[in-house]
């Protein structure tokens, strides 16, 4: 019964943790494009349909080397839709986990319930320490494979079966099929068993004939994708180059420092952008890739990570193990990538867990702990006892705060929001909006908005651009980020864009359409806003509000909450700064309720922003 217990708090804990809605834009363009693959039953189906803007045919031939991944999402969301994809990130979590914690612990897990509990405390920091590689994209199978492969490693190491090693050319394929981070798998595999062969003591159990047996495995693997090499150096030198950065960072920092005591004189203030409104948002940029670690040192994934190293560093110090040079190896590589890249730090939380799980399955369990926790518990009891009670409080707490909506709080990020479906920003009410009334103009979209508009418009509209993936050249990716820094329409305009779908929690785009002086709202719905050039501002003649305020209290997210209710008073805001007094007017009356009751959902200083607007803007009597 206790084992039953203590499997149903793991199952608990790793439901609440990994079960959230999808947020990334990356899947929708994944989705379409292995529809694609499926429909056409060609590697290289004709993208020119998917966008109304120049794409690169170069940059498309590497695409195909995730078609494994493309066409496994686009047949599991036939087959389930948002949920099946959901269930794709519990599933592969359980399944790692239990790769990279119960293979290495063995049978002897089962005879005894003190190194069960061990197992189930591993297990919780893997859930929290991986959150960057539960989002639903084709980097989830690294959340398995990853495990797999140090598992197959594991089982290697204890059973001397060589016939094992062939087991890494099927999941390198695979992998390599999927997503570029195979690197890091065939990485791993050379560290660890480099290390094996120059151990003395297992010269036996590796030989030099099979050592280059492997070797041919893993450089013939990595061969069959080297149209992808580009991403491969990518994660490669995606640690290096922050690395630098954050040397190069600090001199110049000291520098200043030292050049402002010697003048006297302090920095100069930074310029701001002139901006009509003020902003009800924060910069939400959307793939965060190349997010250095150590700019969000708070998130719980990098410090539950490098907790879990610190431990496992800890262990190996004090292990003899024969393989503890590998697993050093590995667990200051995978240390040294999650710390520079932040996507990287899930890798690091699966090495620590797998080698804290190796070392300890040698060891008696009283020794593994009284090594880990410098003997602080010394009865069997007292360990099992407080084990169960942190597991309770952690299922408890976690129950708690997605109950309570506050999950963001928990995972302090904004895609985290527990519930079934997608995030608010892929809610359908716009895009359907815009595919049924503007079929055949153009329409500008961010790289958010024009996924899910690739996936949800098919072939009946064409986008912008879509997710970071996407095709184009480099010039059409200038034209996209230097609009919003210079505040300069232009580089937009010449592909002959007339409308502009913008995701309502984006601050730059926003304020790009809001004070520009021919764009004017024209439909807002709860997760992205419609703009469209007018010649005559003051000649519009609706502003469609699709949604309702029972749909804004619907919303299991504050944020999104706060997005819609900012667009709204943003959209009004922009009428009557743009002459068009009259459409405001005429918006407040028709919908008084959500005029009087959104200001409930903004926050103190938004609302402050809104009761402190200019006389003749906004009636700000009518504000509760």
């Not at 969000?296 to 004090?318: D, E």
């Not at 009284?370 to 942190?390: A, D, M, N, R």
């Not at 990020?413 to 815009?434: L, N, Q, S």
């Amino acid at each position: 019964m206790n084992r039953k217990i203590i499997c149903l708090l793991a199952i608990a804990f790793g439901f609440f943790v990994g079960f959230f809605q999808i947020h990334n834009a990356d899947i929708w363009w994944h989705i379409a494009w292995g529809n694609k693959m499926l429909e056409q039953l060609r590697i290289f189906p004709d993208a020119e349909s998917f966008y109304f803007t120049p794409i690169s045919i170069a940059y498309l031939l590497d695409l195909p080397n995730t078609f494994l991944g493309d066409c496994g999402f686009a047949l599991l969301y036939k087959l389930g839709g948002n949920l099946a994809l959901q269930l794709s990130v519990l599933v592969s979590l359980f399944l790692g986990g239990a790769f990279v914690i119960l293979v290495p612990l063995g049978k002897e897990i089962l005879q005894s319930k003190c190194k069960l509990v061990f197992a189930l405390l591993l297990f919780f920091g893997l859930c929290l320490g991986t959150s960057q590689l539960q989002l639903v994209r084709n980097s989830l199978v690294s959340l398995l494979l990853f495990p797999i492969v140090l598992g197959i490693y594991s089982l290697h190491i204890r059973t001397q079966e060589r016939k094992l090693l062939i087991l890494y050319l099927g999941i390198l394929l695979i992998w390599s099929c999927i997503h570029s981070s195979y690197i890091l798998g065939i990485i791993s595999l050379l560290l660890l068993y480099c290390a094996l062969f120059l151990s003395k003591k297992n010269q036996k159990l590796l030989s030099l004939k099979h050592l280059l047996a492997t070797l041919v495995v893993l450089i013939f693997t990595m061969s069959v994708s080297l149209t992808y090499s580009w991403q491969v150096r990518q994660l490669i030198n995606t640690p290096i180059n922050h690395s630098c950065k954050i040397i190069a960072q600090e001199f110049e920092r000291i520098l200043t420092a030292k050049s402002n005591t010697l003048s006297s004189k302090a920095p100069a203030a930074s310029l701001v952008q002139p901006q009509l409104l003020k902003p009800f948002w924060s910069d939400n940029s959307v793939s965060g890739d190349f997010t250095p670690t150590w700019k969000t040192w708070r998130h719980p994934a990098a410090w539950s990570s490098f907790l879990l190293s610190f431990i496992a560093l800890l262990t190996l110090l004090g292990s003899r193990s024969s393989n503890r040079l590998g697993m050093f190896l590995l667990l200051a590589f995978t240390s040294y990538f999650g710390f520079c890249y932040f996507r990287g730090t899930g890798y690091a939380a699966i090495t620590a867990v797998f080698v804290i799980a190796s070392i300890c399955s040698t060891l008696s369990l009283p020794s593994s702990v009284t090594l880990l926790c410098h003997t602080f518990y010394e009865v069997e009891k007292k360990i099992y006892s407080f084990c169960i009670i942190v597991s309770l409080l952690a299922v408890a707490g976690s129950i708690y705060l997605i109950m309570a909506r506050k999950s963001e709080f928990f995972f302090m990020e904004r895609g985290r929001v527990f519930g079934i479906g997608e995030a608010v920003v892929f809610e359908k009410g716009i895009y359907d909006f815009v595919k049924n009334h503007y079929p055949n103009e153009p329409c500008f979209t961010t790289m958010v908005t024009g996924s899910y508009a690739l996936l949800n418009w098919k072939d009946q509209k064409k986008v912008f651009i879509d997710a970071f993936f996407a095709p184009h050249p480099n010039a059409l990716w200038s034209d996209y980020y230097e609009a919003p820094k210079t505040h300069e329409m232009t580089p937009l305009e010449n592909y002959g864009i007339q409308l502009a779908l913008i995701e309502n929690s984006r601050l730059d785009w926003q304020n790009l359409f809001l004070m520009a002086p021919l764009w004017r709202p024209i439909a807002i719905g709860l997760g992205a806003t419609l703009y469209q050039k007018q010649e005559d501002t003051s000649m519009a003649t609706s502003l469609n509000i699709l949604f309702t305020l029972k749909d804004i209290q619907k919303l299991p997210s504050t944020t999104g909450q706060r997005a819609a209710a900012a667009a709204f008073y943003n959209s009004i805001l922009a009428l009557q700064l743009g002459g068009n007094s009259a459409l405001a007017g005429a918006v407040i009356q028709d919908h008084p309720d959500l005029f009087k009751n959104l200001v409930n959902y903004l926050s103190i200083s938004q609302q402050s922003n809104i009761r402190q607007t200019p006389p003749g803007i906004l009636p700000i009597t009518l504000l509760p």
